[in-house]
């Protein structure tokens, strides 16, 4: 059986499943990462939160399961996607939680050590959704100070329409809801772990495409209660790039980390984990356009050649061997940077205007 090579810059698990990036901050002197995890075999089960920390955004170490599905309100699909804010030297993690009577409701753990977590013995805190009273999509909870207060965006799904929801708090424990900030029916059915931040002197809504499997960023202006958009963008073009969630960190930098994956790649055979975290961005503003670029640890990772930025004629493409993702004119590319891992390319345009993020032939 061929032997499946570990990534080198990028965190996989030890052992099974992940996806969703979860919980992603600053706490205590280290970065956290939790995530979307099976631990029992490399592909979807029942969810649990994996954890990792780190010093430098580059190397990680994968520390025991944050949150196991072991109370009523997650016995059927377990603990979903969510956030963590501190708050009065606490870690609060806010998740989707699944259970068969109740569908998708959402849920709070509080930790002191940003480790040991005790769920609020008032879970579920949001036990229905606003738009349709059999819970079936209510989840990704993304909770964000403002001015004196926190508020928390959510995804939805009514009908076909999906929406993002707004609610407010005092306390990260008793939520208000003060309604609905974005819907479509172009995005596919729920805009799937949404995350609402300001970004230079303006905000900007994030969410991932169930019908395209990409991530779409809207920006815009936000009040408090009304987001009003300005532009849509999507400089991450994926195809393997799924799922990212931004947070502030000590250096007030807007760091944005994806799943690195794709809910249609086939698990190789014989492989022990599958699914990984991106390599974490920077994101910026520049005359109104988004820009995703590595952080400043991880530049010394980045080259200029690799066999998947081929020179055609005028062109330059960028392509896996097989499929070509993107092909533009030599003149309007001005940097092209990569970086290279034993599975996997990440390649950044013109600073991060456009990015791809792919998986080579196992």
Not at 9 to 32: A, R, S, T, V
Not at 269 to 274: D, I, K, V
Request: net charge negative; glycine share 8%; with cysteine.
């Amino acid at each position: 059986m061929k032997e499946i090579p570990r990534l080198l810059h990028h965190f996989e698990p030890e052992k099974g499943w992940m996806n969703d990036p979860n919980g992603l901050c600053w706490f205590q002197g280290k970065y956290h990462a939790f995530f979307q995890h099976y631990p029992f075999a490399p592909k979807w089960g029942i969810m649990h939160w994996g954890h990792a920390v780190s010093e430098d955004l580059v190397n990680w170490e994968e520390l025991p399961i944050a949150l196991f599905p072991d109370k009523p309100y997650e016995d059927e699909g377990g603990c979903f996607s969510g956030s963590a804010l501190e708050k009065d030297g606490k870690l609060y993690l806010m998740y989707t939680s699944v259970s068969k009577a109740q569908g998708q409701t959402q849920s709070i753990a509080v930790s002191e050590d940003g480790v040991h977590f005790e769920k609020w013995a008032e879970n579920p805190a949001i036990s229905q959704c606003p738009l349709d009273p059999e819970n079936k999509d209510f989840r990704d909870p993304k909770m964000f100070p403002f001015q004196n207060e926190y508020r928390m965006v959510c995804g939805a799904a009514q009908g076909d329409v999906g929406a993002v929801l707004l609610y407010r708090s005092e306390d990260l424990l008793h939520w208000e809801y003060l309604g609905k900030i974005f819907e479509s029916d172009r995005f596919g059915k729920v805009p799937e772990c949404p995350d609402l931040f300001p970004l230079g002197e303006h905000w900007v809504l994030m969410f991932s495409r169930m019908d395209n499997q990409t991530a779409q960023f809207v920006v815009g202006d936000f009040d408090g209660k009304t987001f009003t958009p300005i532009s849509f963008q999507q400089p991450e073009l994926g195809p393997d790039f799924y799922a990212p969630q931004s947070f502030l960190d000590a250096k007030g930098r807007r760091i944005v980390i994806g799943w690195l994956y794709s809910w249609i790649k086939k698990v190789p055979e014989g492989a022990e984990r599958s699914g990984a975290l991106s390599l974490p961005r920077e994101l910026s503003l520049r005359d109104g356009k988004l820009l995703s670029f590595p952080v400043a640890e991880a530049q010394s990772l980045l080259r200029e050649e690799d066999h998947c930025l081929v020179k055609a004629g005028s062109s330059l493409q960028v392509t896996d061997g097989k499929k070509v993702f993107f092909e533009r004119p030599l003149s309007e590319v001005s940097s092209a940077k990569v970086l290279s891992d034993t599975r996997t390319r990440e390649v950044f345009l013109n600073g991060g205007e456009t990015c791809f993020s792919f998986y080579l032939d196992d």
